[in-house]
């Protein structure tokens, strides 16, 4: 029995292995207990590494260290590519306010974190350590410890202050995760929210921002003109689909002369409607089953692009309405219905909305593939590109003025922002970043596990010790800076700004970069991603709010 003893004494690759396995399987065995209604899900698998850490059960910490950022950059990564394709335009609708918001949690966790060292006389380095693990922030534990290390001639003085920085940090760690989900859990009680309901309200939100309306031609200034010409005068992104002319329907192309009395089926973004109808005249009621009757002979159909070599194709290069006589009137991609204009590039993985004639739609779907068991086959190559570009940006020193010591992304940061301009603009340059939910499920949840893992395994060892020494009190002031800001913002969130519940999770989980509260927000929100989506339209911002606003109150302590 030698050999098992050694298994799970010495500091192997093997012994790292199985305490990681064991540590992930315990916590997600635990995560599946509910108290009441609510479960803290695979937040459990850092209390379960703190666990097995404190009784000698830990890993080499050079392989903890690794396991800990790998695993954040799998899950970060693949974040960002979920939401990558719709991050710019729910930036452009929400995403100042959003930030505006995030930025005021950081203020007030700093400002609190500053009257707690007046009140009580703490150390302030001390309590940007608990400020860092009461946010969840660990590269602005780094930066913290970097700059007093660059700061102190004295080595000896430095390293004791970098060891109580991680000290408090280890102590206000845990409860910073369950304070986040707590203060989530806290809003929805104190605004009632049901979640079916709220689902709706988010579907309601993330409706399509393209509308259908059938319109009459009846403005005698455009009698005669091509309906290029109406988007060129209006310059508004529309697509007719059908029209309906002398009873009966065809489909159209740019250089198609409108007669009056032509009714036509247009899709366009709902900001335009009004001008758009205000050019071509009244709008009319055209029953669905008008459209659809067997007299037309047209069909709409939905085909999914996966062919890799329409991925990045603008839609004008296919000629799919002059060769085909089809037309593509939408475009489906992560949830976000887009006008099909002729300057749309297609990714792999978009479905597109055409109208067309039966077997004229059978030629099209050939085209663009149609084959659902082509997306199984995972693009890896873009996903390793995208992580060894996430590093190199996220170890670019940024200098600023007034600060000594350069800033930077991280580990976290980096690979979040190329992951979210890969999905958005990867099919531009072919690149095929398109992954199935149940692939990037898998990165996510992988990663996710991986990082709970090791920062439980390497926080369980000083965790005890710290707290009987005092840092009890540690938790507390933890537990204050965590959830009196997130209470706060929540309130304002809900009440001002009329947020749905998902979203403000996902602000939540963002301005605390704390990834194990989004997994707890994605698991309440599984119908959609609006809680991602906030997360990531705010990460980029308060990852360098955080890393700076760290380094600035060290500067303050040491001054």
């Not at 609510?38 to 009784?55: A, K, N, R």
């Not at 507390?476 to 403000?504: E, H, N, Q, S, W």
Request: some cysteine; proline content about 3%; aromatic content about 6%.
């Amino acid at each position: 029995m030698d050999w098992l003893v050694n298994l799970f004494t010495s500091n192997s690759i093997a012994h790292a292995v199985l305490i990681l396995g064991l540590t992930i399987a315990v916590g997600l065995l635990l995560g599946r207990i509910k108290f009441g209604s609510v479960s803290l899900g695979i937040t459990w698998v850092l209390f379960v590494g703190i666990l097995l850490s404190h009784f000698g059960l830990g890993i080499d910490e050079q392989i903890c260290h690794f396991v800990k950022e790998f695993g954040l950059i799998l899950f970060v990564y693949s974040i960002g590519l979920q939401v990558g394709p719709g991050f710019f335009s729910s930036l452009k609708e929400g995403g100042v306010t959003l930030n505006s918001l995030a930025v005021l949690i950081i203020l007030l966790g700093c400002t609190t974190c500053y009257v707690i060292h007046l009140v009580t006389g703490e150390d302030l380095t001390t309590m940007i350590g608990v400020l860092s693990g009461a946010v969840t922030n660990t590269p602005g534990l780094g930066a913290a410890q970097q700059t007093v290390a660059d700061t102190i001639a004295n080595s000896g003085v430095a390293s004791h202050i970098t060891n109580k920085l991680a000290s408090a940090y280890a102590v206000a760690y845990p409860l910073g995760v369950v304070g986040i989900i707590v203060s989530m859990i806290i809003i929805r009680q104190i605004f009632r929210v049901k979640i079916e309901r709220e689902k709706v309200l988010a579907e309601r939100n993330n409706a399509p921002k393209t509308v259908r309306i059938d319109l009459k031609v009846s403005n005698k200034g455009i009698i005669g003109k091509r309906i290029e010409d109406i988007a060129t005068i209006t310059r508004s992104k529309f697509v007719v689909a059908r029209m309906i002319r002398d009873g009966k329907q065809q489909i159209v192309a740019g250089d198609t002369e409108l007669h009056e009395g032509d009714i036509l089926r247009v899709v366009i973004g709902n900001r335009d409607v009004e001008l758009v109808q205000s050019l071509i005249g009244e709008s009319v009621q055209i029953d669905d089953k008008e459209w659809q009757t067997s007299a037309s002979h047209l069909e709409k159909r939905r085909i999914l692009v996966t062919k890799s070599g329409i991925n990045g194709k603008h839609i004008s290069d296919l000629h799919i309405r002059e060769n085909y006589n089809v037309t593509i009137t939408r475009v489906v991609r992560a949830g976000i219905e887009l006008v099909a204009t002729y300057e749309l590039r297609l990714q792999m993985g978009d479905v597109v909305v055409v109208v067309g004639r039966k077997n004229d739609l059978d030629q099209v779907a050939a085209i663009l593939g149609n084959s659902v068991h082509r997306l199984d086959h995972p693009n890896l190559l873009p996903i390793f590109i995208g992580i060894f570009l996430g590093v190199l940006l996220g170890s670019i020193p940024i200098m600023l003025p007034g600060v000594p010591l350069p800033v930077k992304l991280g580990l976290a940061g980096g690979p979040l922002i190329v992951a979210i301009l890969m999905a958005r603009y990867g099919p531009n340059y072919k690149l095929v970043t398109f992954t199935t939910n149940s692939a990037n499920m898998m990165i996510r949840e992988i990663g996710i596990s991986l990082f709970l893992a090791a920062v439980g395994l390497g926080a369980g060892e000083g965790f005890a010790s710290a707290i009987a020494g005092g840092g009890y009190w540690w938790i507390l002031y933890g537990v204050v800076i965590t959830m009196l800001p997130l209470l706060i913002v929540g309130v304002v969130a809900r009440k001002v700004c009329k947020y749905d519940y998902f979203t403000i999770m996902g602000l939540m989980s963002g301005a605390m970069t704390d990834p194990p509260a989004l997994a707890y927000a994605n698991s309440v929100s599984s119908s959609n991603d609006r809680s991602a989506v906030a997360y990531a339209t705010v990460y980029p911002l308060t990852m360098f709010l955080r890393i700076f606003t760290a380094q600035i109150l060290a500067l303050i302590a040491l001054s």
